[in-house]
């Protein structure tokens, strides 16, 4: 009898992130997840009663120390908001020239399973950009940033766009241009702020480039 169920969970999920990290979610096996972890595959289906449920539990356990890193960059670093954000895309840089470094995991699962829209993986990977976006919302808050819910937003954007970039091009240089992208749109929305102009400033501008057929959408 297994005499800590808890230590064998924990063990086979380290397996999972490792294989679906390293390998891609379709291509590691349960097989070798298995194997990795020191169970047999009866034991990982009693604690998992699928491989996609198995998936999920992985990203979830990705979710507090992916949010951990990034929050323990913008704390170590010094200056103004502006500045501390472009430090965090400079830390990214850093993190990303690791070799073994792969990408976004969440967003790397939701795109092998994109055919799979119900999928709980999928569900994983939202919950965790939503929380993460509601960081950022928070930390432009703190500073009395206007439209801080669509800078949050472009602020995912371009730092989900420095990573796919990276990993594309495998080249680390694309997270400080991000960087320096965000720290101009968040001081642009600091001063609209401090102008009272908070819907003249960043919305206007995001409104000013959209799409004519959006806009139209927007009025009717």
């Given at each position: 009898?297994?005499?800590d169920?808890?230590?064998?969970?924990?063990?086979?999920?380290?397996?999972?992130?490792?294989?679906?990290?390293?390998?891609?979610?379709?291509?590691?096996?349960?097989?070798?997840?298995?194997?990795?972890?020191?169970?047999?595959?009866?034991?990982?289906?009693y604690h998992?009663?699928?491989k996609?449920?198995?998936?999920a539990?992985?990203?979830?356990?990705?979710?507090?120390?992916?949010l951990?890193?990034?929050?323990?960059?913008?704390?170590?670093?010094?200056?103004?908001?502006?500045?501390?954000?472009?430090?965090?895309?400079?830390?990214l840089?850093?993190?990303?020239?690791?070799?073994?470094?792969?990408?976004?995991g969440?967003?790397?699962?939701?795109?092998?399973?994109?055919g799979?829209?119900?999928?709980?993986?999928?569900?994983?990977?939202?919950?965790?950009?939503?929380t993460?976006?509601a960081?950022?919302?928070?930390?432009?808050?703190?500073?009395?940033?206007?439209?801080?819910?669509?800078?949050?937003?472009?602020?995912?954007?371009?730092?989900?766009?420095?990573?796919?970039?990276?990993?594309?091009?495998?080249?680390?240089?694309?997270?400080?241009?991000?960087?320096?992208?965000?720290?101009?749109?968040?001081?642009?929305?600091?001063?609209?702020?401090?102008?009272?102009?908070?819907?003249?400033?960043?919305?206007?501008?995001?409104?000013?480039?959209?799409?004519?057929?959006?806009?139209?959408?927007?009025?009717g």
């Amino acid at each position: 009898m297994n005499k800590d169920p808890a230590g064998t969970r924990r063990r086979i999920i380290e397996a999972a992130d490792a294989l679906f990290y390293g390998e891609g979610v379709r291509s590691a096996s349960v097989d070798a997840i298995a194997e990795r972890a020191g169970v047999t595959k009866r034991t990982l289906y009693y604690h998992f009663a699928s491989k996609d449920d198995l998936i999920a539990a992985y990203l979830e356990a990705r979710n507090e120390p992916t949010l951990g890193r990034y929050r323990a960059w913008f704390e170590s670093i010094p200056g103004t908001l502006s500045e501390r954000i472009a430090g965090v895309f400079a830390e990214l840089a850093r993190f990303a020239a690791n070799p073994r470094w792969k990408g976004c995991g969440f967003a790397r699962a939701a795109a092998e399973l994109a055919g799979l829209p119900g999928h709980p993986a999928i569900a994983a990977a939202a919950k965790h950009k939503r929380t993460f976006e509601a960081w950022l919302a928070d930390l432009l808050a703190a500073e009395d940033v206007a439209d801080r819910r669509l800078v949050a937003r472009q602020l995912m954007v371009l730092l989900d766009g420095a990573i796919t970039h990276i990993l594309i091009h495998r080249d680390p240089d694309y997270a400080i241009a991000a960087g320096r992208a965000a720290a101009t749109l968040v001081d642009a929305a600091r001063r609209a702020a401090m102008n009272g102009g908070a819907h003249a400033s960043v919305g206007a501008l995001a409104r000013r480039d959209a799409p004519p057929q959006v806009l139209s959408r927007r009025v009717g």
